[in-house]
T-cell receptor, first 110, second 113 residues
Framework: GNSVTQMEGPVTLSEEAFLTINCTYT??????LFWYVQYPGEGLQLLLK?????DKGSNKGFEATYRKETTSFHLEKGSVQVSDSAVYFC?????????FGKGTTLSVSS | DGGITQSPKYLFRKEGQNVTLSCEQNLNHDAMYWYRQDPGQGLRLIYY???????QKGDIAEGYSVSREKKESFPLTVTSAQKNPTAFYLCASRRGAGTDTQYFGPGTRLTVL
């Protein structure tokens, strides 16, 4: 079946450090892939997405590349800020609904 | 302002009572979804609706019910049959056929005492 596996957190970084959050998936075919971000007490916001192999999604300095050969969609940012502290969810589209990973908590300190 | 609204933000109920969570969108989206989020877990799909007057069960529909009488509204009822209803509930919508992005509301935190 379809599933998403994310690296477990929490991830704790200092401001301006490099961020990688790993995400791998199992799916039939080539689903669209997403990263959502959730700030404390809020709903989810779409961060970026990619719809086919080798596509790179990017937004607000975050990037992720759809890697078919490794079934991965790792999230990266070159220099994190305190305001990036949040929970990050990787997801894939299976039919009409999203399948989510468990989320990775990022904490950035100044 | 276009968006998805969920009310209330916090809801408290006594065990054994049914409770209805509101979800309204003014984006003219065809599809709407309800997800449940528990601490340390991803989101799990409860119900979804792709058109008015039609809806399908998701992975964890037991103990929940929905209706879709209007395009902009998709209320979720948490019944007394739901064994562990305390959670954060998120509503989402998607424009329709040919689109893949879901947009989320701010969520309702339900606590059953």
């Amino acid at each position: 079946g379809n599933s998403v596996t994310q690296m477990e957190g929490p991830v704790t970084l200092s401001e301006e450090a490099f961020l990688t959050i790993n995400c791998t998936y199992t799916a039939t075919g080539y689903p669209s892939l997403f990263w959502y971000v959730q700030y404390p007490g809020e709903g989810l916001q779409l961060l970026l997405k990619a719809t086919k192999a080798d596509d790179k999604g990017s937004n607000k300095g975050f990037e992720a590349t759809y890697r078919k050969e490794t079934t991965s969609f790792h999230l990266e940012k070159g220099s994190v800020q305190v305001s990036d502290s949040a929970v990050y969810f990787c997801a894939l589209l299976a039919g009409t609904a999203l399948i989510f990973g468990k989320g990775t908590t990022l904490s950035v300190s100044s | 302002d276009g968006g998805i609204t969920q009310s209330p933000k916090y809801l408290f109920r006594k065990e054994g009572q049914n409770v209805t969570l509101s979800c309204e969108q003014n984006l003219n989206h065809d599809a709407m979804y309800w997800y449940r989020q528990d601490p340390g877990q991803g989101l799990r799909l409860i119900y979804y609706s792709q058109i008015v007057n039609d809806f399908q069960k998701g992975d964890i529909a037991e103990g929940y019910s929905v209706s879709r009488e209007k395009k902009e509204s998709f209320p979720l009822t948490v019944t007394s049959a739901q064994k562990n209803p305390t959670a954060f509930y998120l509503c989402a919508s998607r424009r329709g056929a040919g689109t893949d992005t879901q947009y989320f509301g701010p969520g309702t935190r339900l606590t059953v005492l």
